[in-house]
């Protein structure tokens, strides 16, 4: 250690280096941010932090394990009869809805329209790794090496949970519907008005903050996926509205909604595999009556533009 | 030879355990008063042994941390090169410390790791984060007695540098 000439400042290490490790770091935020090609190197380095993220997962892994072999057969035995009747019931709504489907189905071939009910999911198991204080995303068990891909939906029993953000080999990470960056295009089931659904900052809650004043919404208003967007299937539950305020701006009511997933609890999701195909909005309607070359000239066009 | 290896050995075994430890998750309500550890082994380290920690250690283990968090590479290397800075700086008072004003000066660093963080976050166009979040430099100074205390005994024991 070199004795410098200021008492207080007795130190080996250079300001210069200092500066010259936070410029590098600086740069690699900003190409980072800009071009993303994180996941790439992610990718590449996966052979060395894949065992670490199982590694710390097992203390998680433990705890549930633990808390299978002590629970008592009592608890086990309700349990296992709550999921009998859950299954009971499950099935019995399903043989019920299966004529509707079919009949569904039959409809949809009359319309020609090709999206059908039918569900390609793949299962997968959340690994318990904390990837970083108030970052609303999850680490599942299967990978690019499973046929994942980055874009594709999760769900649990309940909702929608999130989507796979970046697919590693043998792991891939979700981003969560609570993550203040996911934005999630959803329908309200009553009234089938269409929003955006944000993540929140605080994490456990959907924010709402575009919905016209005149919109009838309510609390307790469930929200589907509305399948706008592409990326998620219609008609999935997301949540349920807890509060409607008017805007700060005045200009929009915002609503709070709590998601119907088990966000923080679940342990088995399901991955879709279908890709939704991408719907935007419908074909405008092809103008009725007589073809434009029988229409006198000069009133053919200004149809086009009302003022 | 075989003592001096061996101390290496410990040396990097802490660290990596502080990396898994950033890992493990706390159960939801435990969530925000979990310290930041790699900062604390890292602080522990810069004082203890100040030729070993240098800023290229910092920064590496930075980006380690990084890529096992997955979320921008170099937030961390800037965090803890900044901290393992102030620390060498400061060593040598630091160092003769008593116990009480080297936890103030902990907690001064960390808090001044979150606000870097912060700042890190809000430019890369982050939501500011909630009032939770100023805890954990909190948690991590009242902690740091027993790690360095722990730390300290433990390399005593096994007669290590």
């Given at each position: ?10 130190g080996s290490t250079?300001?210069?280096?200092l500066?010259?490790y936070?410029?590098?770091a ?282 | ?7 290496l050995?410990w040396f990097i075994g802490t660290l990596v355990i502080a990396l898994l430890l950033m ?12 310290p930041y550890w790699p900062a604390l082994v890292l602080l522990y380290w810069s004082l203890e042994s100040g030729d070993r920690v240098t800023l290229g250690l910092a920064f590496s283990m930075g980006l380690a941390a990084d890529?096992l968090d ?5 937030e961390q290397a800037l965090r803890l090169t900044a901290l393992v800075f102030i620390a060498l700086r400061f060593r040598?008072?630091l160092r ?6 080297q936890?103030?000066a902990v907690l001064a660093l960390l808090f001044n790791d979150r606000?870097l963080l ?18 954990s430099p909190?948690?991590g100074a009242?902690l740091w007695?027993?790690v360095f205390?722990l730390l300290d005994?433990?390399r ?6």
């Amino acid at each position: 250690m070199g004795q410098e000439s200021s008492p207080l400042f007795a130190g080996s290490t250079g300001t210069l280096r200092l500066i010259g490790y936070l410029a590098l770091a600086m740069v690699l935020m900003v190409l980072d941010h800009r071009n993303g090609w994180m996941w790439r190197i992610r990718y590449n380095a996966a052979v060395a932090v894949e065992p670490l993220y199982r590694l710390a997962g097992l203390p998680v892994e433990g705890m549930r394990t633990l808390s299978v072999a002590f629970a008592d057969r009592q608890r086990l035995t309700d349990q296992n009869q709550r999921l009998r009747e859950d299954l009971l019931l499950a099935n019995a709504k399903l043989n019920r809805m299966a004529a509707v489907a079919q009949q569904n189905e039959h409809l949809k071939q009359l319309l020609d329209t090709q999206r059908s009910l039918e569900l390609n999911v793949q299962l997968a198991r959340v690994i318990g790794v904390d990837l970083g204080a108030y970052r609303h995303r999850l680490l599942l068990n299967v990978g690019a090496r499973d046929g994942v891909k980055p874009g594709q939906p999760v769900i649990d029993a309940r909702g929608v949970m999130g989507q796979v953000i970046q697919a590693l080999p043998t792991t891939s990470v979700v981003m969560l519907i609570t993550d203040p960056n996911n934005a999630l295009p959803v329908t309200i089931e009553r009234t089938g008005l269409r929003t955006i659904a944000y993540g929140s900052r605080d994490g456990d809650r959907l924010l709402l903050p575009t919905i016209p004043m005149a919109a009838d919404v309510r609390e307790g208003d469930r929200l589907l996926t509305s399948g706008l967007g592409g990326r998620f299937p219609p008609g999935f539950p997301v949540g349920e509205i807890a509060r409607v305020t008017p805007a700060a701006t005045g200009m929009f009511l915002e609503a709070q909604a709590t998601p119907s997933a088990d966000i923080s609890r679940s342990e088995d999701v399901l991955l879709l595999h279908d890709q939704a195909e991408p719907t935007g909005p419908p074909e405008p309607a092809s103008p009725m009556g007589p073809p434009d070359t029988l229409a006198p000239d000069g009133a053919g066009t200004p149809a086009k533009e009302p003022r | 030879m075989n003592r001096q290896r061996l101390g290496l050995w410990w040396f990097i075994g802490t660290l990596v355990i502080a990396l898994l430890l950033m890992l493990v998750p706390l159960p939801d309500v435990l969530a925000p008063f979990k310290p930041y550890w790699p900062a604390l082994v890292l602080l522990y380290w810069s004082l203890e042994s100040g030729d070993r920690v240098t800023l290229g250690l910092a920064f590496s283990m930075g980006l380690a941390a990084d890529l096992l968090d997955g979320v921008l590479l170099g937030e961390q290397a800037l965090r803890l090169t900044a901290l393992v800075f102030i620390a060498l700086r400061f060593r040598s008072r630091l160092r003769f410390f008593p116990m009480w004003q080297q936890t103030l000066a902990v907690l001064a660093l960390l808090f001044n790791d979150r606000i870097l963080l912060t700042i890190v976050r809000v430019f890369a166009g982050d939501a500011l984060p909630p009032a939770s979040w100023w805890i954990s430099p909190f948690v991590g100074a009242a902690l740091w007695p027993f790690v360095f205390l722990l730390l300290d005994d433990l390399r005593m024991r096994l007669r290590l540098q």
